[in-house]
């Protein structure tokens, strides 16, 4: 499947020319959260967000934990839009009738986690915090990821640890979107960290470094389903109560990945695809509009 989605973007470094950039700084974020509030901000009601599934950034551009599918799911419609095209039908969009690019979106039927082994003897998990639905988005579509600094130099570390087990040890990626009540899916980091590189779309400016990623599993999972697991090496809290880059110890972390797998979802992030492209072709719009100021670490 990553060579699928290689196909509708050849490099994940060169897709938007240069989509990423050296390292001139670390973020802001909190500790070993990436889903943590600029200072500025951080005193923001977290309540609020929550019912309004919408908040703003300090660029100006809405965040979102959720995509328009969670309020289609909610009343039992399926909502309308226009035409889009599965990434098995080719790496060039076809078109419509007006001439307008029909959008790309990944064949849901290749993200239930069939790839994934049915008897792992050896492998590490983690929780994944988004700031937004947009980064995830992001993720899948280039097949990337990046935390805050203490987060990439976390998951490097276990990505080097495992890579020295002689039977094999998959580094996983369980996502959750902050506020959002839901975990969105299950991801494979496949390489080390670049502390170098940096992409540029992320719906924030403050992310530096970047890693690859796989992903095996794109479904919504409400919390409910994963609240009854929980993780000794966080006080026995819920793993639906964890930070960002928590880590999930094996037992516990092959029955929430056998979960996710049995899981049944009618929706996901992918049905949301032309929703999240659009406004990534806003955001890159704005961003190229402003004016660029010197970053200082925080």
């Known amino acids: 499947m990553q060579g699928l989605m290689n196909r509708m973007h050849p490099s994940m470094y060169s897709q938007y020319g240069n989509a990423f950039r050296s390292n001139s700084r670390y973020g802001s974020a909190g500790h070993g959260s990436r889903s943590h509030n600029l200072k ?3 005193n923001v009601n977290r309540a609020s967000r929550g019912v309004d599934n919408v908040k703003r950034n300090m660029d100006g551009i809405d965040e979102l934990n959720k995509g328009p599918r969670s309020k289609s799911s909610d009343n039992g419609s399926d909502k309308s839009v226009t035409p889009v095209t599965s990434l098995l039908e080719g790496p060039n969009p076809p078109k419509t009738s007006d001439d307008k690019e029909v959008p790309v979106v990944p064949n849901k039927d290749q993200y239930n986690g069939q ?3 049915d008897g792992y003897s050896d492998a590490k998990f983690f929780v994944i915090k988004s700031y ?5 988005h992001k993720s899948i579509k280039y097949s990337v990821w990046a935390s805050t600094p203490n ?3 976390k998951l490097n570390a276990a990505y080097e ?5 002689p039977d094999g040890c998959p580094v996983f990626l369980l996502f959750s979107v902050n ?7 299950l991801a494979e980091m496949v390489g080390p960290v670049d502390f170098e590189k940096t992409a540029e779309y992320w719906q924030q400016d403050r992310w530096t470094g970047c890693f690859p990623v796989k992903w095996h599993i794109i479904k919504d999972i409400p919390n409910v389903v994963l609240r009854h697991i929980t993780i000794e090496n966080n006080e026995n809290k819920p793993v639906t109560n964890s930070r960002d880059t928590q880590e ?5 972390g092959i029955q929430i990945l056998n979960i ?3 899981h049944t979802s009618k929706a996901c992030i992918l049905d949301d695809f032309e929703f999240y492209e659009a406004r990534e072709k806003v955001m890159r719009e704005r961003k190229s509009k402003e004016p660029h100021f010197p970053k200082h670490v925080i």
């Open 40 to 42: 500025a901000s951080s």
């Open 115 to 117: 790839d994934l082994s």
């Open 132 to 136: 937004s639905e947009d980064d995830v």
């Open 151 to 153: 987060g990439n130099k």
């Open 161 to 165: 640890e495992a890579k020295e087990r």
């Open 179 to 185: 506020t959002s009540g839901q975990f969105v899916g």
């Open 248 to 252: 999930v110890k094996f037992e516990k």
């Open 260 to 262: 996710l797998k049995g």
